[in-house]
């Protein structure tokens, strides 16, 4: 799944006019670089939700033929869901019963996504989040397993699900915007509300359900979400082996 949805407002003015999703980055939209990716890495069956200016993206992937593989569209133009919602709105796709990889639209990396397949499978966790060591203010808490066991804003004080004593023995990695999923997670999400977010979802079954990192030790990545990064992207894109 990718997420394309969003509204994209750091992204003012060019969002004015154009999603997200269509921002072109060193002559290709940021939606085709993260299709091109998947396909690369053996993923030939996708969805995208769209909110803003969805026709658009519709109007894309069928200009492009779907770039050759199964691409479905999730639309969300009445009302977006968030991140949550977002996905348990995917469950009629994900019929196979198999882990599904969910992939933020601005987000461009030298992920190695079969290493990520595989390390999901190995687990038998319920999600496997793409993290790394990145200067934020909002930290995923892990212990030395790399099982997920909160969440802290540092800007705040705020941490999550729990008031933690001392976080100083937990590894603080910064969440990419990518994960590996299994399908059971519909099933819990059975009861929510039809709009909520993803990680609050998470924090709030840590005490029944495993929650892992992933740390990938060559990671790069950008995200693509405010105009004073758009010429480094471009720069990341043309860089060889990212």
């Known amino acids: 799944m990718i997420f394309a949805a969003g509204l994209g407002t750091r992204l003012k003015p060019l969002t004015d006019t154009l999603p997200k999703a269509l921002i072109p980055i060193a002559g290709k939209p940021l939606l085709e670089h993260v299709i091109l990716?998947?396909?690369?890495?053996?993923?030939?069956?996708?969805?995208?939700?769209?909110?803003?200016?969805?026709?658009?993206?519709?109007?894309?992937?069928?200009?492009?033929?779907?770039?050759?593989?199964?691409?479905?569209?999730?639309?969300?133009?009445?009302?977006?869901?968030?991140?949550?919602?977002?996905?348990?709105?995917?469950?009629?796709?994900?019929?196979?019963?198999?882990?599904?990889?969910?992939?933020?639209?601005?987000?461009?990396?030298?992920?190695?996504?079969?290493?990520?397949?595989?390390?999901?499978?190995?687990?038998?966790?319920?999600?496997?989040?793409?993290?790394?060591?990145?200067?934020?203010?909002?930290?995923?808490?892990?212990d030395d397993d790399k099982r997920l066991c909160g969440w802290i804003n540092e800007k705040t004080g705020e941490t999550k699900p729990v008031v933690f004593q001392d976080i100083t023995c937990f590894n603080k990695l910064a969440f990419s915007g990518i994960q590996m999923l299994s399908p059971k997670i519909f099933k819990l999400m059975n009861n929510l509300n039809p709009k909520f977010p993803i990680m609050d979802f998470y924090l709030s079954n840590l005490s029944n359900q495993m929650i892992k990192g992933f740390v990938q030790v060559d990671f790069r990545m950008m995200d693509v979400g405010k105009l004073d990064v758009l010429d480094e992207a471009e720069r990341f894109v043309r860089t060889p082996n990212n």
């Open 37 to 142: 990716k998947l396909k690369a890495a053996g993923f030939n069956e996708i969805i995208v939700n769209v909110h803003h200016f969805p026709d658009q993206i519709i109007d894309f992937l069928k200009a492009n033929n779907n770039f050759d593989i199964r691409i479905e569209v999730s639309d969300e133009r009445d009302c977006l869901l968030d991140t949550g919602g977002g996905v348990r709105n995917t469950a009629w796709f994900f019929d196979d019963g198999k882990p599904f990889l969910v992939h933020n639209v601005d987000i461009l990396s030298n992920l190695d996504l079969k290493a990520l397949y595989s390390e999901h499978l190995a687990s038998g966790s319920l999600a496997t989040l793409v993290v790394s060591k990145r200067d934020t203010f909002r930290y995923l808490l892990f």
